[in-house]
């Protein structure tokens, strides 16, 4: 990797260390820890007697995910060995760990994540099969129902823009269609459909890998990181929403951000890398340029660094031409080989999305406040009282050129745009599945100032609260 600039390496000081797993003065008292815990358990409970405001503000929006019972306990049970496998990599961190140990304990936690997502739907008493049939299904995501009707690619990209599409596929660029018309052409429809859902599984644990680099960006501590990457793990979206694409999504984001500040940092491959990145989310969903908004907020956090001086901005300029370049240029190449207009297929799908908008009936002032509801129950009620505490914390010991602070802010200023725009509204636990990893890495750096027990104790109440959406809440159905 080519090195910082030098005007970089002259203003920039060393990002400070986060002090955790010892720092007994930093943590909480008993009596915020057992508040945490106490938030979950009432929460965990209500979900358990199906309590109406829990499961979506329905009062409010006239929408909610619907109470089912695949009975709690046998999912607990189901969920157990997973957990205890990451219950087992969180209390092996006590101690300094190497480099090769650390990717080897993220490496488990992603195999437990995706052992989760398996066993949760095995536990399901209709079985395994519903993974094709969400897969298959019209209704659930609609993308390999769409390739099943496709006779061949010849014509079919160069008139997507003028497709007449259902469901998702309708609101999303054509890489969801050739994703899984890949699998039906490999394997065709019955296992295609099975392997196709199981593959998107797969993906979206990998960003358990992903979020241990993506983690470093707030420290180079490696138990900070695992602890991110664990948290993450057990976040219910990444489960309950298997399988959908949506579970891949965070991966773009985090690598849009990794990717955006090596390119500040002067690393040219970096620069190429944002714009290759940019390319495949943008083939794949159009919410994730929301993402776009983290690099404008990070990069005027780095000019200031920088003072601000002409070197500074023709780095950004320069880092972000080279993305834009790779990213317009991959677009122009798909285009010339097989005559897809990218401007054209998104206008037609934000036309659809307005369509439906307008069917469904969202007011803003409404669900301005219930979304950020709905993306806190994806992420499973405690980030958001960890987040409070870690936030009051961040007050005493604030200054501006903690960099780990201010991704922590970019981060949540990032979240509260997307919801203030207004673009992307309902079905938040789902759709901004892609932001939750701005919210999990400062929960983990709270958490990991914290004593053993009461962070072991916290992982294991989410992990129950993970256990009572699974068991009690529909959030996709064939």
Not at 93 to 105: F, G, M, Q, T
Not at 230 to 236: E, G, S
Request: proline content about 5%; some cysteine.
């Amino acid at each position: 990797m080519k090195q910082p600039r030098k005007h970089r390496r002259e203003r920039e000081p060393p990002t400070p260390q986060i002090r955790v797993l010892a720092d007994r003065k930093s943590g909480w008292s008993n009596r915020a820890a057992m508040a945490v815990l106490a938030i979950g358990l009432a929460f965990g409970l209500g979900v358990i007697y199906e309590w109406e405001p829990l499961n979506g503000l329905a009062s409010l929006t006239h929408w909610e995910w619907p109470w089912q019972d695949l009975g709690t306990f046998q999912m607990g049970l189901a969920l157990l060995p997973p957990f205890l496998l990451i219950a087992w990599v969180l209390w092996s961190i006590e101690k300094d760990v190497s480099r090769s140990r650390a990717a080897l304990l993220a490496g488990i936690v992603a195999a437990a994540n995706f052992a989760g997502q398996i066993l949760s739907v095995a536990a399901d008493p209709r079985g395994l099969s519903r993974i094709r049939q969400i897969v298959a299904s019209p209704d659930a995501t609609s993308y390999f129902n769409e390739a099943m009707s496709l006779h061949g690619l010849d014509g079919w990209m160069s008139h997507f823009h003028q497709a007449a599409l259902n469901g998702h596929a309708s609101t999303h660029p054509a890489g969801p269609i050739l994703f899984y018309y890949t699998f039906l052409k490999l394997f065709g429809p019955g296992m295609g459909a099975s392997l196709g859902g199981y593959s998107v599984g797969l993906a979206g644990s990998a960003g358990v890998l992903i979020m241990y680099r993506f983690a470093g960006l707030w420290t180079a501590d490696r138990r900070v990181r695992i602890l991110a990457s664990a948290f993450y793990a057990l976040i219910p979206a990444l489960t309950v929403f298997f399988p959908e694409l949506d579970q891949v999504y965070p991966i773009l984001s985090m690598l849009l951000i990794l990717t955006w500040a090596g390119a500040l940092d002067g690393s040219r491959a970096s620069s190429i890398f944002v714009g290759v990145v940019l390319f495949v989310a943008s083939f794949f969903a159009y919410n994730l340029l929301a993402t776009g908004a983290f690099l404008l907020y990070y990069g005027l956090y780095w000019l200031w660094r920088q003072g601000r001086t002409r070197a500074a901005w023709m780095s950004v300029v320069h880092s972000a031409g080279i993305a834009v370049g790779i990213w317009a240029g991959l677009y122009l190449a798909l285009w010339a080989a097989t005559g897809y207009n990218a401007p054209a297929s998104m206008a037609h799908a934000m036309r659809n999305q307005a369509r439906i908008a307008a069917g469904l009936n969202r007011p803003y002032l409404t669900f301005v406040v219930s979304d950020l509801y709905d993306f806190c129950l994806g992420a499973g009620i405690l980030a958001f009282p960890i987040l409070f505490l870690h936030l009051r914390g961040m007050l005493r010991e604030f200054t501006a050129e903690r960099t780990d602070l201010a991704l922590t802010l970019v981060g949540l200023a990032t979240i509260l745009t997307v919801d203030v725009s207004g673009l992307l509204r309902g079905e938040a636990a789902r759709v901004w599945l892609f932001l939750q990893p701005l919210l999990v890495v400062p929960v983990a750096v709270e958490l990991s100032r914290q004593r053993r027990s009461w962070r072991i104790s916290i992982f294991a109440m989410q992990w129950w609260i993970l256990v009572c959406m699974k068991a009690k809440m529909s959030f996709i159905e064939p």
